[in-house]
């Protein structure tokens, strides 16, 4: 993910072949979970990856600044909270103490800003306004549009593969009140079963990704330096996010860079509650070192999507056992090899190779990695 160079003072990050200029910090959008269940491996890669990002641009001399959502207010969410007999936001509130506590484990690191939808409906609101006045956004039946079309082609992605991955997301493209399927609510007009607030338009809600960009505008404002997420978000979620953000004020792009951590899958098949084939955190914690599940995520190219089996965990534990062996030994300092070790990180997050330097160099330069991989 990134080629760092603090020579001159100031970091260069190259982030999938975005070249990322940064001088003291670095905004880090992070999309957070929708807390409605338990969290699964899926969830902890992409949050640990984000976190050695973060980790890693400190190693550099920049300071992250991380944003992670909690996104509560939310269709699935509404749909569990009604199953369980609980209010929508006191359900979300007992699932992110679990998440929280899960993370913990894992070391990933507190976000430095943690926005919660349902306290940012009034800059929904602004933004449904402001998208309207622009042209780019319509009033349908108490339910503000906003227009889709060339959203998926600047994806890479024709109309069909668009609609498709439309409706798997809750995108509703058969919506009668809509000009085009394609296009996606930044308002919802009032349903029974969900949490409604008062609009210009009547009662109604947050559209999904309406919500990432008011928040990620709310704290960053126009333009971010990293935005992050699981390879699964691309589309339709980051898509439109990015597109209503450069609508509305202007900045393009909304994302100097994009890092979208690769999907894990079990025995070659997506990880989803609806399959069965759940691997949930809490089960791997309560066999296995944390520090092991760690760097069984991290040990491997960020953006590949991977298949989860159970040897993996192994290998990690002896990698792990290496790694501290190696910190031990008694070795002179080599600058050197930390610097090197700096520059394999920088270049795409290359932890495998960072990790055989520190355990080949040993003393400083493990203990090092040992910190900067957030493994001691
Ligand atoms: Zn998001």
Redesign the pocket.
């Known amino acids: 993910m990134t080629r760092t160079d603090t020579a001159a003072g100031a970091a260069v990050a190259v982030i999938a072949g975005q070249r990322v200029e940064l001088l003291d910090r670095a905004r880090i959008?992070a999309?957070?979970i929708t807390p409605y269940d338990v969290t699964h491996l899926g969830h902890a890669a992409t949050f640990v990856w984000i976190d050695a990002v973060g980790r890693m641009l400190r190693f550099a001399g920049v300071k992250p600044e991380v944003c992670r959502?909690v996104?509560d207010v939310d269709d699935v969410l509404d749909a569990a909270a009604r199953r369980a007999g609980t209010a929508y936001d006191e359900f979300a509130a007992i699932q992110q103490f679990q998440f929280d506590r899960d993370m913990a484990a894992l070391g990933v690191r507190s976000p430095e800003h943690e926005p919660r939808a349902h306290r940012y409906v009034e800059q929904v609101i602004r933004l449904a306004s402001g998208l309207i006045d622009a042209g780019v956004a319509y009033h349908r039946r108490g339910s503000v549009y906003f227009r889709g079309q060339g959203v998926a082609s600047r994806a890479g992605l024709d109309r069909a593969e668009a609609l498709r991955l439309s409706a798997e997301f809750g995108g509703r493209p058969d919506d009668p009140a809509k000009d085009d399927p394609v296009d996606v609510a930044v308002w919802q007009a009032t349903e029974p079963g969900h949490p409604a607030w008062d609009s210009p338009w009547g009662p109604g809600r947050p559209g999904?990704?309406a919500?990432?960009?008011a928040?990620?505008m709310s704290v960053f404002g126009p333009a971010v330096d990293v935005h992050a997420?699981g390879a699964d978000?691309k589309f339709p979620?980051?898509a439109y996010?990015a597109a209503m953000a450069e609508a509305f004020t202007g900045v393009r792009p909304y994302a100097r860079a994009w890092f979208h951590s690769g999907v894990v899958t079990i025995d070659g098949a997506k990880m989803a509650k609806s399959a069965g084939n759940l691997i949930l955190l809490d089960d791997l914690l309560a066999k296995h070192p944390a520090g092991a599940v760690r760097l069984m995520i991290l040990d491997r190219p960020w953006a590949q999507n991977w298949d989860y089996r159970r040897a993996l965990l192994d290998v990690a534990a002896a990698r792990l056992q290496n790694l501290y062996q190696a910190a031990a030994r008694n070795v002179p300092n080599d600058p050197a090899a930390v610097d090197a070790m700096r520059h394999l990180l920088a270049d795409d997050l290359n932890v495998p190779a960072a990790l055989d330097l520190a355990i080949e160099a040993g003393g400083a330069a493990a203990r090092t990695l040992t910190g900067v991989l957030g493994l001691s």
């Open positions: 959008y999309c957070g959502n996104t999904w990704h919500e990432c960009a928040m990620a997420g978000l979620h980051h996010h």
